[in-house]
T-cell receptor
């Protein structure tokens, strides 16, 4: 029972490099999310996908792009990494939106930009 | 400023003792979620509260949402080492079906 799987778990990037965080869920959920977690700030929503074929900006979208490849997969791309993007990234999914629904999280991806 | 305040920021408790973590909003909430986070394990869903005065329990953890739906507490009875971790509250403000706001977390350490 995998739930939400995200890769890679750890990554070190140099400033200006690009990378893609991959996420897949096997719960047939419509909605998927990308959050970042920084010390003392809680989780902040980067982008979300309400359903297959749609994506929308969250609270902190600058410097990121996303792709909802199909119902299962939702990727997050950093085109030109900056030290300010050093963070722990979480992918999540829910049946349909967050109101009244449980959100299931992946195990996190630790990204360091040097 | 944090829209959802969690207190305390950290807590060290002797094994076997009870403890309470609070989550407070200045605005009425439509839903309140409690999660537990352990290093390398992501966030694990604990409970969701939606109605004023609602109370839910799971094993030794009880969560309550006050009547005004602005404050929630998470109470652990007879704490065990397995309770150690970071507890996060997330809230639905009713202005978006997809964007929750989150507290900064409470780090719980259990002393044997």
């Amino acid at each position: 029972n995998a739930g939400v799987t995200q890769t890679p778990k750890f990554q070190v990037l140099k400033t200006g490099q690009s990378m893609t965080l991959q996420c897949a869920q096997d719960m047939n959920h419509n909605s998927m999310y990308w959050y970042r977690q920084d010390p003392g700030m809680g989780l902040r929503l980067i982008y979300y996908s309400a359903s297959e074929g749609t994506t929308d900006k969250g609270e902190v979208p600058n410097g990121y792009n996303v792709s909802r490849l199909n119902k299962r997969e939702f990727s997050l791309r950093l085109e030109s990494a900056a030290p300010s993007q050093t963070s722990v990234y979480f992918c999540a999914s829910s049946e349909s939106g967050s109101s009244g629904n449980t959100i299931y999280f992946g195990e996190g991806s630790w990204l360091t930009v040097v | 400023s944090q829209e959802l305040e969690q207190s305390p920021q950290s807590l060290i408790v002797q094994e076997g003792k009870n403890l309470t973590i609070n989550c407070t909003s200045s605005k009425t909430l439509y839903g309140l979620y409690w999660y537990k986070q352990k290093y390398g394990e992501g966030l694990i869903f604990l409970m969701m509260l939606q109605k004023g005065g609602e109370e839910k329990s799971h094993e030794k953890i009880t969560a309550k949402l006050d009547e005004k739906k602005q404050q929630s507490s998470l109470h652990i009875t007879a704490s065990q080492p397995s309770h150690a971790g970071i507890y996060l509250c997330g809230a639905d403000r009713g202005d978006s079906n997809y964007q929750l706001i989150w507290g900064a977390g409470t780090k719980l350490i259990i002393k044997p």
